[in-house]
């Protein structure tokens, strides 16, 4: 098993991120930089277009930048290859979308188990145990066998948070978790989310339009044009 490294979670250093659009260039972030340390409830706010997701897709090892220094868990992932940003991936970082991006075919049980049949690491018999036990954290016990097509938006969200936070991550990443929610739902989650970092000690970074994530975060980071507009630290 990979062992937690020492100072901050994440680190980012003057990064910038820009994408070719025809003849010309649009910088999604532009020189940020900014520490999140182990167990922080942290939120990144701005307005649509403003950078939240790509910072996120940087820090989840999802996307590169484009210059600037990105260290995730003590790495610094502009020297990892495809390898070592798929083993960071898979086995310190979860994801949490708003689209859910659960596995329609497959049912409750079998769509949080999948990041653990990746890992390769734990039998049968662990991978069960494992698994239902963040579904009973989750409230989701009687949906075990439902398929995500059979389940509310709360409650699929919700398998969304058991998959992402069943192998252990040191870090979850959200990206707008609450936006495909009513109010009320989106409340418990985030209640849900708040508990399991009090409880386990996990590191979450949102990005959000969301005023209740944002009243709850332990820290809250404004962005607009790519750029950090309020302290970052």
Do not use: W
Not at 48 to 62: A, D, E, F, H, M
Not at 115 to 134: D, F, G, T, Y
Not at 173 to 201: F, H, K, V
């Amino acid at each position: 098993m990979t062992q937690p490294a020492s100072g901050p979670i994440v680190a980012l250093t003057d990064v910038f991120k820009d994408y070719p659009l025809g003849h010309t260039v649009v910088s999604a972030v532009r020189g940020v930089s900014m520490r999140v340390e182990r167990g922080e409830f942290m939120a990144i706010a701005g307005p649509s277009g403003s950078g939240k997701t790509t910072l996120l897709n940087l820090i989840g090892c999802v996307d590169t930048a484009t210059r600037g220094r990105v260290e995730v868990d003590g790495k610094d992932t502009g020297t990892l290859g495809e390898a070592g940003l798929t083993q960071l991936r898979l086995e310190r970082l979860g994801f949490i979308f708003q689209s859910f991006n659960l596995i329609a075919v497959l049912d409750v049980f079998q769509n949080i188990e999948f990041p653990l049949l990746l890992q390769k690491r734990l039998s049968k018999a662990e991978r069960a145990e494992r698994v239902r036990a963040i579904v009973d954290k989750v409230g989701l016990t009687q949906q075990l066998g439902q398929r995500p097509a059979e389940l509310s938006g709360g409650q699929r969200q919700r398998v969304a948070i058991a998959r992402a936070l069943v192998s252990h991550p040191a870090l979850v990443l959200a990206d707008e978790p609450t936006a495909n929610l009513d109010s009320e739902t989106g409340t418990r989650i985030i209640d849900l989310m708040r508990e399991l970092n009090q409880s386990e000690g996990t590191t979450f970074i949102f990005s959000t339009h969301d005023p209740k994530i944002m009243t709850h975060a332990d820290r809250l980071v404004q962005i607009k044009d790519g750029r950090v507009v309020e302290p970052a630290a």
